[in-house]
């Protein structure tokens, strides 16, 4: 490695690792859910406070989400954004490896703010609350977020590296059938089972499946089934995913499987309301210039992406970076943590800390710091001196 830049931003993250390990340990041994992460946000944002970061807190009316800014001493060039998450999964704590997600991102962000001044690159991290079925990304994104942003990175762990994304665009709701009480053995008569409105429903979708296209998901849980087994239950409650290549497709499956829900609440009786729990994640739509340096500078630190594609298929999980990319460049790889659990087991959360987990934070932060200093060469005339190059401000 020959580049002074690329050089002075992998020495940054080698001083800075022991610090964003224990900032990764720390978020993965305090795990918050979407939009309760208080103390994860205010993890993050401290250590890039510490940084020379200038950070606003909350950022734009929401309460778990920040931006903290390094501008360079001179003009701005070419701006990276590099966006953090940190809520985790009821129950399975950060079996979806969004401590690495943020430690990642930030090294990455402390590496090129290593060299800003030489350059001419402002750099930015958001911190991108509820990102499990919240849409935090969207809500920031109605409010103006990311605009701004020349490059929106981030990476996220995986069993295997991948580079490309390929996000469903998904439908998240909350389900929900009001029947009436009775006693099912005394008045069995008087009640309307709003149980038997889900039963009839699931039955609904799971013969639906048969007749969907190959690449589509339907799926959720019941939450709520009843709170007595000699008691009709008089509320059920379930939360319920529709995936789907794109989202005008989306739109055409969420049609058919609302109607095995009213199916559920005309053979019963129940009333039936579906609330959206965010608005729809959208496909991703990734810089493929961007993804190309990514893939040839994670390649350079030992990343190797000839991987079985049966392992590889967590690049197809929905995320909320899809409805940023439909409007900013931005690239979301996948980076592996190794071992044969996958996301969102308990046994993945076990392999985001450690020491093949310390590697993977700092590979990532490395990779995507290098891929924002090449994609600022090639479109902004940045290079490692800076008066041999033109700066102009966007």
Known sequence: MSDPLK????????????????????????????????????????????????????????????????????????????????????GLGHACGHNLISAMSVGAALAVAAVADDCGIAVEVIGTPAEEGGGGKIVLLDRGAFRNLDLVLMAHPAPVDVAEARPFAVTHWHVQYDGRAAHAAAYPERGVNANDAFLV???????????????????????????????????????????AETTEQLLELEARVLKCFEAGALATGAALTVTPESERYAEMRADEAALEHYRRNATQLGRNFDVDPIAATMNRASTDMGNVSQLVNAIHPYIGVGGEASNHQPAFAAACVGETA??????????????AIDVARDRFGVTNERGRHDLHSH
């Open 201 to 243: 429903a699931q039955l609904a979708i799971a013969l639906l499946r048969q007749q969907l296209p190959a690449g589509v998901r339907v799926h959720g849980v019941q939450t709520r089934g009843g709170e007595a087994p000699n008691a009709i239950p008089e509320r059920t409650e379930g939360r319920w995913y529709v995936r």
């Open 7 to 90: 050089l002075s931003a992998q020495k940054r993250v080698a001083e800075i690792a022991p610090e964003l390990i224990v900032l990764s340990n720390q978020l993965h041994a305090d795990p918050e859910i979407g939009w309760q992460e208080f103390r994860s946000s205010a993890a993050v944002a401290a250590v890039l406070a510490a940084n020379g970061f200038a950070v606003e807190q909350p950022y734009l009316g929401v309460e778990t989400a920040f931006r903290a800014v390094r501008m360079p001493t001179g003009p701005v060039s070419f701006t990276a954004g590099f966006l953090a998450e940190y809520d985790a999964l009821p």
């Open 358 to 371: 310390e590697r993977t934070l700092c590979d990532g932060a490395i990779a995507l710091a290098w891929t």
